[in-house]
């Protein structure tokens, strides 16, 4: 992510847990996990021992404080855990917590300009991700929008399934990590007007 001119932090496997998490999520400006999860929470290392659950909504007074002190809103969150941003007929607001904690300040969904969230919304194949992470991060590098991206990561994996019911998109879908913002999913013509990331 350095590379592509993000700040991260990289915890692994047993060295992470929900104080790690929410010590450091206030000053990332891409974020991704990948564990065990379900709607509008993930779990640390822990899991499932009681109290290895990360609530959206504890995300938010971090990032709230790290845009405060004059840290980039979050450009890009994959919130890789089963059902993350499933909506299983809660209303709009609710499974789209993790945006509105990672994306602030959270504006409608549709003003989110070059900020996005993806996150599955079934049970998604623990056996998979290596294969969908390898395509999604990618085609993210190599300039496709997370709408893309999203698109050829999971038609890699799931071919029969319709990307835009499997992984939902929550702010702006032609976000990009690398290249130009064009505000749609084609590469930027001379008559263009941009935005360099």
Request: proline share 8%; aromatic share 12%.
């Amino acid at each position: 992510m350095a590379a592509l001119h993000h700040d991260d932090f990289c915890f692994t496997y047993p060295t992470w847990n929900a104080n790690t998490v929410l010590q450091h999520v206030g000053s990332v400006t891409v974020f991704y996990e990948n564990c065990h999860g379900a709607t509008g929470l993930f779990h640390d290392n822990g899991y499932p021992e009681p109290g290895s659950e990360i609530d959206a909504l504890a995300l938010g007074p971090p990032r709230q404080s790290g845009v405060s002190a004059g840290i980039p809103p979050m450009h890009f969150a994959f919130m890789d855990s089963c059902e993350s941003v499933a909506d299983h007929g809660y209303p709009p607001e609710f499974f789209a917590q993790f945006g509105r904690s990672l994306l602030y300040p959270y504006l409608p969904a549709e003003a989110l300009e070059g900020r996005a969230l993806l996150g599955w919304a079934i049970q998604a194949d623990v056996n998979k991700t290596a294969d969908i992470g390898n395509v999604l991060w990618g085609a993210l590098a190599g300039k496709a929008t997370v709408s893309q991206a999203r698109t050829a990561a999971c038609l890699q994996v799931y071919p029969t399934l319709d990307p835009t019911l499997t992984m939902f998109v929550v702010g702006d879908p032609n976000t990009r990590l690398h290249g130009v913002y064009t505000g749609h999913p084609w590469l930027p013509t001379i008559e263009d007007w941009y935005t360099w990331l």
